[in-house]
T-cell receptor, first 112, second 114 residues
Framework: QQQVKQSPQSLIVQKGGISIINCAYE??????FPWYQQFPGKGPALLIA?????SEKKEGRFTISFNKSAKQFSLHIMDSQPGDSATYFC???????????FGSGTKLNVKP | NAGVMQNPRHLVRRRGQEARLRCSPM?????VYWYRQLPEEGLKFMVY????????ESGMPKERFSAEFPKEGPSILRIQQVVRGDSAAYFC????????????FGPGTRLTVT
C-alpha cells in the first residue's frame, strides 16, 4: 500500500510556464512533507518542506500548497526553466523522523 | 564540508555473491537512512540507524540484508547471496544530531546482479 500517491507520472511544460505536481496521503500522523529534486545519476536534493499547520510556503520560484482537510499537497514551479527538468518526489514523515515515505516521482521536462 | 559519500558508485556482482555498500555521512551527522530505488520508481525506505543503533528496520527484507553504523567508520549495507531482483540504486541519506526532515543524500550505489 503506497502511503504517498503522486501525480502526474510525467509532465511537459513550456519555458516560462507553471509546473504543478500533486501528492495525496492517508496517514494523519504525518507531520512533515518535504519535496526533493533528482537529476539523472544523482541523489535527491531537498527543495522545500512544509508542515500541516501552514497552508502555503514559498521559496523563490517554488511554492508548496497544503490542504490538510483533503490530505493533499502540491508543488508549483513558477516560470519553469529548462534547468528545472528533473524528477521530483514528494515525501512524508511523522514527527519522530524514523521513516520517510516517498511518492513515485514526476519526471518534468521543460521545453525551451 | 564534504557531502554524503557513497562507495562504490557502481557494483557488479554475480548471483550468490555478497554486496557491501558504504556510506559516510556528512561531518557532524549521526543519523543515516538507507533507501532502494528501482528504475522509474520512487525511493523505498529500508532502514534508519544512529551510531551503533538500528532505530527502524521495518523496510529491510528479513533475509540476506543487514545494516550497521559503527561508532567509527561508515555505515554499511550488506546484501548476502544477491539475486537479480536486488539490482537497483541504493541511496543513503544523513541527518544532523537532532533528527529533522532535512536529509542529505549521497550519489548512490548502482548495484547490478548478473
Amino acid at each position: 500500500q503506497q502511503q504517498v500517491k503522486q501525480s502526474p507520472q510525467s509532465l511537459i511544460v513550456q519555458k516560462g510556464g507553471i509546473s504543478i505536481i500533486n501528492c495525496a496521503y492517508e496517514n494523519t500522523a504525518f507531520d512533515y512533507f518535504p519535496w526533493y529534486q533528482q537529476f539523472p545519476g544523482k541523489g535527491p536534493a531537498l527543495l522545500i518542506a512544509i508542515r500541516p499547520d501552514v497552508s502555503e510556503k514559498k521559496e523563490g520560484r517554488f511554492t508548496i500548497s497544503f490542504n490538510k482537510s483533503a490530505k493533499q499537497f502540491s508543488l508549483h514551479i513558477m516560470d519553469s526553466q529548462p534547468g528545472d527538468s528533473a524528477t521530483y518526489f514528494c515525501a512524508a514523515t511523522e514527527d519522530n523522523f524514523n521513516k520517510f515515505y516517498f511518492g513515485s516521482g514526476t519526471k518534468l521536462n521543460v521545453k525551451p | 564540508n564534504a557531502g554524503v559519500m557513497q562507495n562504490p558508485r557502481h557494483l557488479v556482482r554475480r548471483r550468490g555473491q555478497e554486496a557491501r555498500l558504504r556510506c559516510s555521512p556528512m561531518k557532524g551527522h549521526s543519523h543515516v537512512y538507507w533507501y532502494r530505488q528501482l528504475p522509474e520508481e520512487g525511493l523505498k525506505f529500508m532502514v534508519y540507524l544512529q551510531k551503533e543503533n538500528i532505530i527502524d528496520e521495518s523496510g529491510m527484507p528479513k533475509e540476506r540484508f543487514s545494516a550497521e553504523f559503527p561508532k567509527e567508520g561508515p555505515s554499511i549495507l550488506r546484501i548476502q547471496q544477491v539475486v537479480r531482483g536486488d539490482s537497483a540504486a541504493y541511496f543513503c541519506a544523513s541527518s544532523p544530531r537532532v533528527p529533522t526532515y532535512e536529509q542529505y543524500f549521497g550519489p548512490g550505489t548502482r548495484l547490478t546482479v548478473t
